[in-house]
């Protein structure tokens, strides 16, 4: 029997004529998922051939999405099978599938290579989860039915043959916004029983509900499972036709795109996507955000300390990243403040032991006041020695460690003891920071996350732990990398001069200070390692106070913000970021796909490269405003603005040798 086909609208109207009939009580509607309340653009297989090849890229040891998806047929239906051999219909559950699916696939790989069943469970269920979001886009016509009915006092509910199971599917609700309108959730995964094969799903929901067929209604687009057997089981049906597919979505998987170019693809999503200054910085933002995630899957590194301040905005691309490709974090993360300043104590020696070199090699010329303050004494007890000595504290000596103040103070009685107090109180301290992330550093080692250059902070941590703990570092770009050992390894990951010059390492080495810009931080860098028993007892206050997160006030890091920084930050960085941050969010969806495919390096090197050779007049402006506060070494604001405009001449000249050598010049960062 053939029934009419009907828009939302004439549903509505049906709906309102029936309860307008007082012979007619209707309580409770319900309505399909998929096809009614949602579309998908991709067909319902491609979804899981998708989901596949997720998590293949995550398992490796030569499993590919092809294979898995094979797989995965194969044990659905015999699951199916089962279901109906034991009395209920050919229908599975999700859950059980990925059970299954792990005892293969150990017996693939062999043992070790997988993580623990449970893990492996969550992880097949959340990739799932992440592919149906994003292919998904809301019915909005059917949507305002089911508001109109929830309006009209009736009860709603979704019934639907889905093999996932309520608990995740109500993540997909929410996901729409549909949570605070559907009142019940039917899926067949639950009770192995549907409305496609004998409309058995339905007993269960005037069962579950209290409401009897007569005062149900069911909604869907199928004639077979909305409508049919629904009304097999005394219960009303409206069957929908499917609404014209949405565009509303924020990203989605389309299909058509296997026989188009990686880089046409690419330059359309960046063209929705394009910040007003330096938009080409986003692009570079997410390839090391998907270089560094592979990058960490391949070493099998569970964890990533992201270090501040760069870290901040860093970790926010990695979450996301991973939030949109697999519905959650696989490699979890952690944020780590720390400061070439705040860290350097920690690592320094026992006076007789130490002789600064790894501050004096990069900073040869120092005041002692500078000097002291590297050494994270604050500015009021780094004035009170030098005048206690009888030392000029503000004059910058030449070769400073060769200078007779510089050797009159470290001589000191005075300096030695305040020496080995900072030392040690602020290592003890920093450790105990360290060790609030509740990680076995020994056991587990650390992994560090940061924008570049030379790794300087990670030699510090390294030196606190004396080299005991594995410390591996993954860095933006690495440009002469210090302090290379066994245990303390390094990784340039978007470009690199060590242990080669990696692809087109000039053009991103010459954006250093703006990668460093950009990525600014929501607070100020940290200044020390205190317990709060010794901040209150300070002698010499410092301008710093205890660093304060979503979760409050965190034990043991101060950190000194500044009110020029913030203003920098809120009116001109933070507006960039958000517009970085929409993009990555965009390319991580593009991945989720049949045939994803990224562009060759040479493009995304090519697009920055627009920024250091060809910027606009707005940007030379825009980075001429920009500011940043040398807390280590030297103590002062750096601005870019340039001194004045160069003669003719002198540009001339700078052109011909640049033609003659471009690597040799581009190569200084000049």
Request: charged share 25%; net charge negative.
């Amino acid at each position: 029997m053939e029934f009419p086909v009907l828009t939302a609208q004439q549903i509505s109207a049906a709906i309102q004529k029936r309860l307008a009939e007082k012979s007619s009580a209707t309580r409770l509607v319900c309505f399909d998922f998929f096809d009614t309340l949602v579309s998908r653009s991709v067909v319902p297989e491609d979804t899981k051939k998708i989901a596949a090849g997720q998590l293949a890229e995550l398992l490796g040891e030569g499993l590919t999405g092809e294979l898995i998806y094979q797989l995965r047929r194969v044990l659905e239906q015999r699951l199916c099978a089962e279901s109906h051999r034991n009395g209920l219909d050919p229908e599975f559950n999700l859950l059980d599938l990925g059970r299954v699916l792990y005892g293969v696939l150990k017996e693939i790989t062999g043992d070790g290579l997988l993580p623990a069943e449970g893990s492996f469970v969550a992880l097949l269920t959340d990739i799932e989860v992440a592919v149906e979001k994003l292919v998904q886009t809301v019915n909005r016509e059917v949507v305002e039915l089911l508001r109109d009915c929830r309006s009209r006092g009736m009860k709603t509910a979704i019934v639907s043959d889905f093999y996932l199971p309520s608990e995740y599917f109500r993540q997909l609700l929410s996901c729409h916004g549909l949570s605070g309108l559907v009142d019940h959730l039917f899926i067949s995964a639950d009770f192995r029983l549907t409305k496609g094969h004998d409309g058995r799903l339905y007993e269960v929901v005037c069962r579950e509900s209290g409401y009897r067929p007569e005062e149900t209604i069911m909604v869907g687009d199928s004639g077979h499972a909305d409508d049919m057997m629904a009304r097999r089981r005394g219960i009303s049906a409206y069957c929908l036709r499917q609404p014209e597919k949405s565009t509303e979505s924020g990203v989605n998987v389309t299909q058509g795109r296997a026989d188009r170019e990686p880089e046409r693809i690419y330059t359309e999503l960046f063209a929705g996507n394009r910040a007003c200054h330096f938009p080409e910085m986003g692009l570079s933002l997410h390839y090391f955000t998907h270089k560094l995630f592979l990058q960490a899957v391949s070493d099998r590194h569970d964890t990533l300390f992201f270090c501040s301040k760069e870290g901040e905005f860093l970790r926010k691309l990695f979450m996301r990243y991973q939030e949109i490709r697999f519905g959650r974090q696989v490699v979890a993360s952690r944020y780590l403040m720390v400061s070439r300043k705040a860290t350097y104590i920690c690592s320094c020696k026992k006076l007789e032991d130490e002789d600064f070199g790894r501050l004096f090699v990069h900073y040869r010329d120092l005041s002692l006041l500078e000097f002291l303050r590297s050494l994270n004494f604050s500015k009021g007890e780094s004035l009170a020695l030098c005048e206690k000595l009888q030392l000029e504290p503000a004059t910058r000596h030449y070769d400073l460690k060769n200078h007779p103040d510089f050797q009159s103070l470290i001589g000191s009685e005075s300096f030695r003891a305040s020496y080995e107090v900072h030392r040690l109180s602020q290592r003890e301290n920093f450790l105990l920071y360290l060790n609030s992330h509740g990680r076995g550093l020994e056991e587990e080692g650390l992994t560090l996350v940061d924008v570049g250059w030379k790794g300087s902070i990670q030699n510090n941590i390294y030196y606190a732990l004396d080299g005991r703990v594995k410390v591996s570092g993954y860095y933006l770009g690495l440009l002469s990398p210090t302090e290379l050992h066994p245990n303390n390894g390094k990784k340039g990951i978007l470009f690199s001069d060590y242990p080669s010059h990696s692809p087109f390492v000039h053009v991103f080495n010459n954006n250093r200070s703006l990668f460093e810009m950009v990525l600014g931080a929501s607070h100020g860098s940290a200044d020390g390692y205190f317990r709060r028993d010794q901040w209150e007892n300070l002698l010499y206050p410092r301008q710093s106070d205890f660093y304060q997160n979503d979760e409050g006030e965190h034990p043991f890091v101060t950190v000194m913000d500044l009110p020029e920084e913030r203003r920098l930050f809120n009116e001109l960085i933070a507006p960039l970021q958000n517009v970085y941050g929409e993009l990555n969010d965009r390319l991580a969806a593009q991945l989720v796909s049949l045939t994803p495919a990224m562009p060759e390096f040479e493009w995304w090197a090519r697009q920055h490269a627009r920024m250091v050779f060809r910027p606009t007049r707005d940007e030379i402006d825009f980075y001429a405003g920009l500011y940043h506060l040398e807390n280590f070494g030297l103590f002062e604001f750096t601005a870019f603005r340039p001194g004045g405009k160069l003669p003719v001449s002198t540009r001339l000249g700078n052109l011909l040798a640049l033609l003659k050598d471009p690597a040799g010049h581009l190569e200084t960062g000049v």
